[in-house]
């Protein structure tokens, strides 16, 4: 492969990506009051446009405020101070000619009810993951089992905060569907139990993501994007693998490549891992089932791993790299030896430290 395919232009849709290299999603729990993220938290998200991310995620947006939320200072975008708060940013990112994307989930049983207005937990099945809530040392609630009016007012938390990141001048928004939060529990047998129409075989436990993109794409307007993050692990139980086979998995990616969505954002561990027990990694397996665009992301640290994770992707995306290193991009483009930051390193993320 060329080598400066890095840093060729990417057409996604009506946007053309400088290079195809993004800052990926990063929750930072700074909020203290409103759900509006500091300011240094912002900021920092400018800085990477300006430091030539072609691409800039935004943290998880909570989408509403019954039971969505995970962890304390977690943001949201449905009330116009938020907007505004937003509003700011975006313009800053794209003037520096980078495309800016919310990201938006519900935590489902990973939520934490002390955090949520309505103290309560809710999914598609009353389960929790084996571990304990890292945060609180305790066990996660025993969620609710979902109700259609739940999903109903879930569904329509996406689309009110949907409305808000175009509102705020969002390029984009991502739907959450990995890690383990509730679109991936709707979408894993490993959570979902369900024996009405939203769970049992693939095409019924998809049904929930299907109507949240249906419901959607009528309030983002054609020139936005809608990307879909997917990850066959999640923050809690990590060894478990979230999908039984490659063909379950390769199901769900047929299913999404059906859908008026722009991209597919795979979220690894380590990019380069063989997956479901074959020779194949995350991203290959995913492209040999769809021709959307592929956003591929996980221990991508230098230019040698950024090339090796384009073979089978077109947008590179880093969290740990992004968010300990100012610079990231232009060494990358130098291609100068860089270290690989650990997870603890990153932990910085969650205090009050600014960034640089
Ligand atoms: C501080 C921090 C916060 C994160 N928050 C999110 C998030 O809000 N949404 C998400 O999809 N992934 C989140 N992730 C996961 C990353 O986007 C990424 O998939 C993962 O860290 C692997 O990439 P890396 O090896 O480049 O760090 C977070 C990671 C870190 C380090």
């Keep these: 492969m060329s080598s400066d395919i890095l840093f060729s232009p990417f057409q996604l849709k009506n946007h053309t990506l400088k290079n195809r290299v993004g800052v990926a999603p990063m929750t930072r729990m700074s909020s203290v009051r409103d759900s509006l993220p500091r300011q240094d938290v912002l900021d920092f998200l400018v800085r990477r446009a300006e430091n030539n991310a072609a691409i800039v995620y935004t943290e998880a947006i909570v989408t509403d405020y019954e039971s969505a939320q995970g962890y304390p200072g977690q943001a949201r975008m449905t009330t116009q101070r938020q907007i505004e708060a937003w509003q700011p940013v975006v313009r800053a990112i794209q003037q520096h000619g980078s495309v800016a994307i919310m990201q938006m989930f519900h935590c489902g049983r990973m939520a934490w009810p002390e955090v949520n207005p309505a103290n309560r937990s809710i999914a598609p099945s009353p389960l929790t993951p084996r571990q304990v809530n890292p945060l609180t040392g305790e066990p996660y609630p025993v969620p609710d089992e979902m109700s259609r009016f739940d999903i109903d007012h879930v569904i329509n938390g996406f689309v009110e905060t949907a409305k808000g990141a175009v509102a705020a001048g969002f390029d984009g928004i991502e739907i959450h569907g990995a890690h383990g939060y509730l679109i991936n529990q709707f979408l894993s047998s490993y959570c979902n139990r369900r024996t009405d129409g939203y769970g049992g075989n693939v095409a019924k436990r998809y049904r929930f993501v299907h109507e949240i993109i249906q419901a959607l794409r009528p309030v983002v307007p ?59 990694n995350m991203a290959r397996i995913t492209r040999e089932v769809t021709g959307l665009p592929l956003m591929i992301c996980g221990r991508i640290y230098d230019r040698a791993s950024a090339e090796k994770a384009l073979a089978d992707a077109d947008i590179v995306l880093s969290a740990k790299s992004m968010l300990l290193n100012p610079n990231w991009v232009a060494d990358l483009k130098e291609g100068k030896p860089m270290k690989e930051y650990a997870s603890e390193e990153a932990n910085i993320a969650y205090t009050d430290t600014p960034l640089p």
């Design 222 to 280: 054609e020139d936005r994007l809608i990307t879909f993050r997917i990850s066959n692990w999640g923050v809690a139980d990590m060894e478990v693998s979230l999908y039984e086979s490659k063909e379950e998995y390769q199901q769900i990616i047929r299913h999404l490549s059906r859908e008026p969505i722009d991209a597919i954002s795979v979220s690894t561990y380590d990019f380069s891992q063989k997956a479901f027990g074959t020779e194949q």
